[in-house]
Nanobody, 125 residues
Framework: QEQLVESGGGLVQTGGSLRLSCAASGRTFSSYTMGWFRQAPGKEREFVAAISWNGGNTLYADSVKGRFTISRDNARNTVLLQMSSLKPEDTAVYYC??????????????????WGQGTQVTVSS
């Protein structure tokens, strides 16, 4: 039932910053673990970051730790991904995902039941 819509993607040069937004519709957004994944052409979808239902816990892929920040605003049914120091390797379609709350934040796609349509992020050299 949860509908997720990503926005904020675009073209940015190496070293630049970009903020992705995920707007959710539905009654139970605040009960979900939220995650960001990305998928480059010809590659598997990979985990980027996750945040617990109340924002108290976060998890990042090693490749983005220190550069990306995930946050959420349950009052606005929104999850954000602030991306800084972007690299060409960050180029991908970025997907917002929602899954049931859990003690351990999931890194696998199996941990998320709802997915957005994706937004393209391109980092040029």
């Amino acid at each position: 039932q949860e509908q997720l819509v990503e926005s904020g993607g675009g073209l940015v040069q190496t070293g630049g910053s970009l903020r992705l937004s995920c707007a959710a519709s539905g009654r139970t957004f605040s009960s979900y673990t939220m995650g960001w994944f990305r998928q480059a052409p010809g590659k598997e979808r990979e985990f980027v970051a996750a945040i617990s239902w109340n924002g108290g816990n976060t998890l990042y892929a090693d490749s983005v730790k220190g550069r990306f920040t995930i946050s959420r605003d349950n009052a606005r049914n929104t999850v954000l991904l602030q991306m800084s120091s972007l690299k060409p390797e960050d180029t991908a379609v970025y997907y917002c995902a929602a899954g049931p709350s859990a003690n351990n934040l999931p890194r696998g796609t199996y941990g998320y039941a709802y997915w957005g349509q994706g937004t393209q992020v391109t980092v040029s050299s």
